[in-house]
């Protein structure tokens, strides 16, 4: 369908986008890349079909949003993922379960030589993702749009900010998570879902880092946010919480977040920072959690705020077995996609 024949008051169509929008590539401003890669998974799983469910919950949003009622104006298109990648991620897996399984059964697995060769050739396949978001990104870049990632594991966003790494001296990292995903090769595997943020510090363009919503983390974590100083602001949930109970607002608390943010932000969010009501799939839900006005609202401030969005994500959706979590997750991406054009007019 044709831009100009384009009514957003009609029901989407077959033949049309995400969100159901009729931009192509070169005439979307937000490009969209799909991540479904899950490989490291511990616990639940099922983010690797999260870029599927999103895309098909997103047909059932209307247009007209509460803050960005012209945004579908810009454009917004999905890009493709390769089938090549999507066969590597689920042998992958299948090799990173037989390790888990071993880990679970006592098994030294790191001095096992068997298993050590599958700790290779899991390290080197999502090096081979690393290296294609990491290109793909800059592609898109280089056609001057805005671009977002959707997961896929929390794993996924590593390449997309690694080529920052390249683009810019110095930005901060927004994370809306449950977990600090700080561990060093958390179960061997260096580049596990658990470490996301442990590599992203080892960039130094990485000035500062930003963790809001995190309420499950372990000795190792706290040690680590101990040795970083101001480098890395943690907002817990529960201290949250408390802070409301004790009379402070959510926008009091959403200001001093954006107050401990550099000029240039790049925006991560894993769909289990929500309460675990809005996403009962996602792989490792923890009670507590924001709600989803709570996420609106930090990420509608943030856009506002006169920071440079310089990319985003959204990870962990699981659809499970209904679409409940494809739903929520749509209405978190088009909000994402709506902070992030916030730039396209400054």
């Known amino acids: 369908m044709a831009i100009e024949n384009f009514n957003p008051n009609n029901a989407a169509s077959n033949d049309a986008g995400i969100f159901g929008l009729p931009h192509e590539a070169d005439e979307a401003k937000i490009i969209i890349i799909p991540i479904e890669w899950e490989v490291t998974v511990s616990y639940g799983s099922g983010a690797s079909e999260g870029p599927f469910a999103v895309y098909d919950a997103s047909f059932q949003l209307d247009l007209c949003h509460h803050d960005y009622p012209e945004l579908w104006k810009e454009g917004v298109y999905m890009d493709d993922f390769p089938e090549d ?18 880990i679970e059964n006592g098994v030294d697995t790191l001095n096992d030589p068997v298993l050590k060769k599958l700790y290779c050739n899991i390290q080197d396949g999502c090096e081979t993702l690393n290296s294609w978001v990491f290109e793909r990104v800059a592609y898109w870049k280089s056609q001057g749009k805005i671009v977002g990632l959707l997961g896929g594991d929390h794993s996924t966003p590593y390449g997309y900010i690694k080529y920052l790494s390249t683009q810019y001296s110095s930005f901060g990292v927004l994370t809306v998570d449950a977990h600090m995903d700080l561990r060093n090769g ?22 500062k880092m930003v963790q809001v919503g995190i309420r499950d983390y372990c000795h190792e974590e706290k040690d680590f946010v101990a040795a970083q100083g101001d480098r890395l602001k943690i907002f817990y949930d529960r201290d949250m919480q408390r802070a409301q109970y004790f009379g402070k607002n959510w926008n009091e608390i959403v200001q001093e977040i954006i107050g401990n943010l550099p000029e240039n932000v790049y925006v991560t969010v894993d769909i289990d920072g929500l309460n675990p009501h809005l996403c009962p799939n996602t792989g490792t839900p923890v009670p507590g959690g924001l709600e989803f006005e709570q996420l609106a609202f930090l990420l509608h401030e943030i856009g506002k705020s006169g920071k440079k969005l310089i990319g985003f994500d959204l990870c962990e959706v699981s659809p499970g077995d209904n679409e409940w979590d494809g739903n929520v997750g749509a209405r978190v991406l088009y909000q994402l996609c709506g902070m992030a054009s916030t730039n396209l007019n400054q």
């Open 186 to 207: 958390f179960e061997g595997f260096l580049y596990s879902h658990a470490s996301i943020f442990y590599n992203v510090l080892q960039l130094p363009e990485v000035s």
């Open 85 to 102: 990648l999507r066969t590597l991620s689920k042998m992958l897996k299948s090799d990173a379960q037989i390790i888990i399984e071993n």
